[in-house]
């Protein structure tokens, strides 16, 4: 124990060392604390207060003064925190508590209450010492090898220490190492031509990968060779016979057809077949003859200015061939099964034998003039067309019609 007394209010503290206050023992915050000389006033001037208790037992533990011994170098920022009267201790290391002892008047000590000298001078054994091993290196060969690991040496052995042992170690390893392997070949697949060359293929798949450092499976997946490289007989093709064309000359001419080759034939095929068709032809064509005029009417005045009039009729029929040449003959007669039209202006048939329908039961004003006629000369009943405006829409004019005046309509004399 070292006595120590604080020089102005004659109060001695009395130092115990390796132990601190309880911590129900601690005036004020437990978690606070002062500078050393802060903490002898403060509990100097408390009488609650029964001591203190200082992390650092070497600040002012040396010195009796205690501002030289609180000013020794490290102890500026030591937590001491002021113990209650009457305090309870536990033993702790490296700490001390200084007990308040009011002295009155009496005598402060004097010189230091701790001496060191030096004793045994013999050095102590010094141990061998290692770091850490090293992680295993990576197996060598990798299916089927060794590995190693190594520490280091810290602290070399000294004085009779305890001597370094192996700091390498070597043990065997192996990983899994499966080489990769191919499924056996499928047959060879059906040709792709039956003739001129053609294609076979076959493959496989890889039955089980290669695993860890094994070998990869080499060489194609899939192979290819030709077959049926004979040369194919092949016959020519060709595709459907195109529309005919329109006859030329119209009347009375040929018209043609055509059609493609699709596929030329080998030398030992089948040659290719005419691709040009041509044919005579026909259409209906009713040619105009217009009559000599008639007489000139007398005139419409006595006297001054008139006018008279005179007429022609326009006379239609087929245009027939014979031995292939055209010639132009009349049909207003009977029994060639080609009739031809009169013409007639300003005329109508009798109303009596008027028919707006054909014989099939189609309205003659739905049909177009060319129909008409086709119709009415198929017709035997039919005689004869009428147009009462002269525009096209027509009616039939049967067997026993008269004609009849009327200005501005046409009828066509079968």
Known sequence: EQARQDPADNVMYLQKSGFKCRTDSILGDAD??????EAESLCSDDPECGGLSAQNCQCGSLQQNAEEAFSDTGCSSTFVQLCKKGFAMVAESGSCVYSKEDVGGGEKCHGPVAESAVCQATPCPIDCEYGDWTAWTECNPFCDGITTRSRPVVTQPDHGGVPCVSTHEVKSCSNTCINCKWNSWTPWTTCSESC???IQNRTRYI??????QGENCT???????ACNEAECIVDCEVDDWSDW?????????SHTRQRSITRQPTKAGKLCPNITDVRDCKNWCMDCQISDWSPWTNCSQACGTGSKNRTRSEVYFVRKTIADKPVNSSLLEQGTQDWGFEKKLDVRCSQAHQRVYDKNGKRLGELSPSAAEAN???DSECLGLYDKNCD???VYCIDGFETEPELGSCTYLK
Do not use: F, I, V
């Open 207 to 212: 039955e089980s990968p290669a695993q860890g």
């Open 392 to 394: 096209g829409t027509l």
């Open 376 to 378: 009415c000369s198929a």
């Open 32 to 37: 606070s604390g002062y500078h050393p000389a």
């Open 219 to 225: 060489g194609d997946a899939e192979q290819s060779k």
């Open 196 to 198: 001129g060359g053609g």
């Open 245 to 253: 064309s329109t006859c030329e000359p119209y009347c009375s001419g």
